[in-house]
Every structure is written in C-alpha cells, then in structure tokens.
C-alpha cells in the first residue's frame, strides 16, 4: 500500500500532555488543540515528501528510507535522523521522540509519538 495522498486529522488522544512535555507554551497548545491539520504524503520509490498544514503553519519534510535527513520537529527544531519503513510502517526518532506512522488500512493514517512516556496519537482520514 502507498502512503500517497492528503489526510485530515481526524481525533487525537493525549495533545495537551504531549505538547506541555516537548516544550510548547500554553498558548501555542490552546491554538492548535482543535485545528484539523491536513498531511499530504507524496511516495516515490523510497522517497517521501510529507507537508502538515495546521493553520497557517507548514511544517515539510523530505526523506529517504534508510538515508540520514535533516528533519523538521514539532517545535521547530532541525534534526538530523533516518526513517526507517516496516512494512505498513515508518519509524523515526527525532531528539528523544519516537514516532511511528502506520498505514491502517487505504484510508486511515495513524501517527504516535512517544516522549518521556507520554504517547500522542493521531488518527488522519484520507480526504
């Protein structure tokens, strides 16, 4: 299956306590509890272009499965990482944050994050 496509966020479990642990301020977390961000993955071979849009931020990201890339975190931050696929899976580590983004079934994306033993899932529909 591709992870090719545009998703809308479509329920999330455990945002404030995950924001609060990556550093994110109160403010930034109350703005961006509700917006349904939207991901739109591009998948060529081994090649991923992957662009979130949660209001008017735009976070992109470029990568190759299994080759070092420099990576856009959740707080802005660039870091260096390796994504690495498992079948239905990409997994990645980025400064302590462990995130695996599955491919549920054709339509459904499931992103968790895990830092410090909090875990942070996302649930995005194929729009």
Do not use: W
Request: glycine residues 8%; contains cysteine.
């Amino acid at each position: 299956m591709s992870f090719s496509g545009k998703y809308q966020l479509e329920t999330h479990e455990n945002f404030e306590p995950f924001m609060k642990a990556i550093g994110l301020s109160d403010e930034l977390i109350q703005k961006g509890k509700d917006i349904k961000s939207i991901s739109e993955i591009e998948e060529t071979g081994d090649h991923f272009k992957v662009t979130v849009t949660t209001g008017t931020k735009v976070l992109t990201n470029c990568f190759t499965i299994g080759q070092d890339a420099e990576l856009d975190t959740l707080t802005g931050e660039k870091v260096k990482s390796t994504v690495t696929r498992e079948g239905n899976k990409l997994k990645v580590s980025l400064k302590g944050i462990e995130s695996v983004t599955e491919l549920a079934d054709a339509n459904t994306i499931v992103n968790t994050m895990t830092v410090a033993g909090i875990e942070y899932k996302r649930i995005s529909k194929r729009m």
